[in-house]
C-alpha cells in the first residue's frame, strides 16, 4: 500500500467525526494526546529553566570571577614579567581585553563584625569591561576607585559587616617579611561602593580593590597572580584562541579555558540538568504508554473494518503500518501542542514564579488572619517572612530565558521514537487479525 492511503486511514481513524456516543476509541486517542501534550510542558519548561540557570550564573563567574581565560605562571613572576606577558596578549585574534589580577583570602571586620573574603586586586579596566558591566550591578556608592584605600564589597560581605559607601572596613592579609615567617597585617578600607552579581554565593566574598597599590597588603608568597583574558563569544569553541595565546606568551605561562577553571562546579551544573531532564522524561515515556492503550482500544472497535481491508487485497504489513502512523501521528500532535505551550510557560516563567509567590502570600495571610483569634497580639502583627520559591542563596533572583533549538529539537525526535516504540503492539495485534474470526465473530 502506498503511503497516501496509509496516512489517509491513519488519519480517519483519529480524525474521523463519532458516529455514537459508544466510540470510545477517539475519545482515549484524543486523551492519549493531551497526556503527551501536558508531559512535554514540564519538561521544556525544565529544559529552558535550567539552560537559563546554568548559562546565567556560568556567565557571571566568567566574567565577573573565572574570566573567559587565565594564564598562569609557572613559577613566580615579577611586575615586569607580568606587564611583558600583557604587551604580548595586545591585539591577539579573538582577545577582547586582558587584565592583570592578585587574589588572597582574607578577614574583613567592621563594627564589631567579621567575615571571610576573597581578597582581588584588580585593574581598572576590568571594571570598565562591558562584560562586567553587563553583570556587575551598583547597588550603592560607584564601581570605581577615586584613591589607593577604596575598596568595592560584595553585597552580602558588605550587609554581614553592616558596610555602607563611605564607611570604614578593616582588613587582616599575611605577609612574608622574614623568610618562612608569615605574619599579619591589618589595613584600613574606605568602602567606595557595593556590588552585586545577582548570584549571592560571590556575591559573599568580593574585597574588590586596586591592584596598583596592592603591593602593601598583598606579596606574591602569600597571593596567587593571573592575566584574565577576556574573548568576544565564551561559549564558541576556544580551541584556536588557546593556541594563539599560547604562541604569544612568554615561556613559563599556562593557559587554562574557563571550563577548567572551575570545573566541579559546571560538571555539577551540567549533571544536574541531565538528572531533571530524565526524570521529566520518564513522565513523557508514561504518557506514550497512554498511545499504546489508545490504539489498542481502536484496534478492537476497528476489527471489522480491518477485515474489510485484508479482504481488499490489504497486507498485514499495511495494517501494521497505518497503526503505527496513527501512532506516530497522535505523538507528533501531543508533542507540539505541549512543546509550543511549554515554550509559552518559559518565557512568562519569571512573571510565573512571581505571581504564584504573591499567591501564596495571600494564602499565608489569609491562614494567619483565619487563625487570629487563637494567636497571641505579637504573631497577629507580626511581618510575615516573604515567600520565595527560589532562594536567592543558590539560584539567580531572574531566570534568563535560553531557548536551545537543538535540544527542544531532541525532545520532539525522542516523544516521537517513544510513540513508535508505544504504537508497535497494537499495530502487531492489528496485523494479526483474522479476517475469518472476525467475520465469524460478528
Known amino acids: 500500500m502506498k503511503t497516501g492511503p496509509i496516512l489517509f486511514l491513519a488519519l480517519r481513524n483519529i480524525l474521523g467525526r463519532p458516529r455514537d456516543n459508544r466510540d470510545l476509541a477517539r475519545r482515549t486517542l484524543r486523551g492519549a494526546v493531551l497526556s503527551v501534550a501536558v508531559s512535554m510542558v514540564p519538561l521544556v519548561v525544565t529544559l529552558v529553566v535550567a539552560d537559563g540557570m546554568i548559562q546565567g550564573i556560568t556567565a557571571r563567574y566568567i566574567e565577573l570571577s573565572s574570566y573567559h581565560i587565565q594564564c598562569v605562571p609557572?613559577?613566580?613572576?615579577?611586575?615586569?614579567?607580568?606587564?611583558?606577558?600583557?604587551?604580548?596578549?595586545?591585539?591577539?585574534?579573538?582577545?577582547?581585553?586582558?587584565?592583570?589580577?592578585?587574589?588572597?583570602?582574607g578577614v574583613a571586620f567592621a563594627r564589631g563584625k567579621r567575615g571571610g573574603a576573597l581578597v582581588r586586586a584588580v585593574d581598572p579596566g576590568f571594571l570598565e569591561d562591558p562584560g562586567t558591566r553587563s553583570y556587575l550591578n551598583v547597588l550603592s556608592g560607584e564601581a570605581s576607585f577615586a584613591g589607593p584605600n577604596d575598596v568595592l564589597l560584595g553585597s552580602e560581605l558588605a550587609r554581614n559587616l553592616g558596610a555602607e559607601p563611605g564607611s570604614t572596613?578593616?582588613?587582616?592579609?599575611?605577609?612574608?617579611?622574614?623568610?618562612?615567617?608569615?605574619?599579619?597585617?591589618?589595613?584600613?578600607?574606605?568602602?567606595?561602593?557595593?556590588v552585586s552579581s545577582g548570584y549571592r554565593d560571590l556575591d559573599s566574598r568580593w574585597f574588590l580593590v586596586p591592584r596598583e597599590t596592592s603591593g602593601r597588603y598583598l606579596t606574591s608568597e602569600t597571593s596567587r597572580r593571573i592575566l584574565g583574558v577576556k574573548v568576544?563569544?565564551?561559549?564558541?569553541?576556544?580551541?584556536?584562541?588557546?593556541?594563539?595565546?599560547?604562541?604569544?606568551?612568554?615561556?613559563?605561562w599556562g593557559v587554562v579555558p574557563w571550563p577548567e577553571t572551575e570545573r566541579n562546579l559546571y560538571e555539577s551544573f551540567r549533571t544536574t540538568r541531565y538528572l531533571l531532564l530524565l526524570i521529566m522524561g520518564l513522565t513523557v515515556a508514561v504518557a506514550a504508554a497512554n498511545i499504546s492503550s489508545a490504539l489498542i482500544t481502536l484496534v478492537t472497535e476497528r476489527s471489522q473494518e480491518i477485515a474489510i481491508l485484508k479482504g481488499?487485497?490489504?497486507?498485514?504489513?499495511?495494517?501494521?503500518?497505518?497503526?503505527?502512523?496513527?501512532g506516530m501521528i497522535l505523538g507528533f500532535a501531543g508533542s507540539v501542542l505541549g512543546t509550543a505551550l511549554g515554550i509559552l510557560a518559559a518565557v512568562h516563567i519569571n512573571e510565573l514564579i512571581a505571581g504564584l509567590e504573591r499567591v501564596l502570600g495571600a494564602g499565608a495571610e489569609l491562614l494567619r488572619l483565619l487563625a487570629g483569634p487563637f494567636l497571641d497580639e505579637a504573631a497577629r502583627t507580626?511581618?510575615?517572612?516573604?515567600?520565595?520559591?527560589?532562594?536567592?542563596?543558590y539560584y539567580l533572583e531572574n531566570i534568563p530565558v535560553i531557548?536551545?533549538?537543538?535540544?527542544?529539537?531532541?525532545?520532539?525526535?525522542?516523544?516521537?521514537?517513544?510513540?513508535?516504540?508505544?504504537?508497535?503492539?497494537?499495530?502487531?495485534?492489528?496485523?494479526?487479525?483474522?479476517?475469518?474470526e472476525i467475520i465469524r465473530r460478528r
Open 169 to 194: 572596613v578593616n582588613m587582616i592579609s599575611l605577609r612574608n617579611l622574614r623568610g618562612d615567617t608569615l605574619v599579619p597585617r591589618v589595613s584600613v578600607f574606605r568602602v567606595r561602593g557595593i
Open 312 to 326: 481488499l487485497c490489504a497486507t498485514s504489513a499495511d495494517i501494521g503500518t497505518v497503526f503505527v502512523a496513527g
Open 74 to 105: 609557572y613559577r613566580g613572576q615579577g611586575e615586569a614579567g607580568i606587564r611583558e606577558a600583557l604587551a604580548s596578549l595586545a591585539g591577539a585574534p579573538g582577545v577582547r581585553g586582558a587584565w592583570a589580577e592578585s587574589q588572597a583570602v
Open 382 to 393: 507580626a511581618a510575615l517572612p516573604a515567600i520565595r520559591i527560589l532562594n536567592p542563596d
Open 403 to 436: 531557548l536551545d533549538y537543538r535540544a527542544l529539537g531532541g525532545i520532539l525526535a525522542a516523544a516521537l521514537f517513544l510513540s513508535y516504540l508505544a504504537s508497535l503492539l497494537p499495530a502487531r495485534k492489528a496485523a494479526s487479525l483474522s479476517p475469518l
Open 232 to 252: 568576544d563569544d565564551p561559549f564558541k569553541p576556544l580551541d584556536g584562541t588557546l593556541e594563539s595565546i599560547r604562541a604569544l606568551l612568554p615561556e613559563g
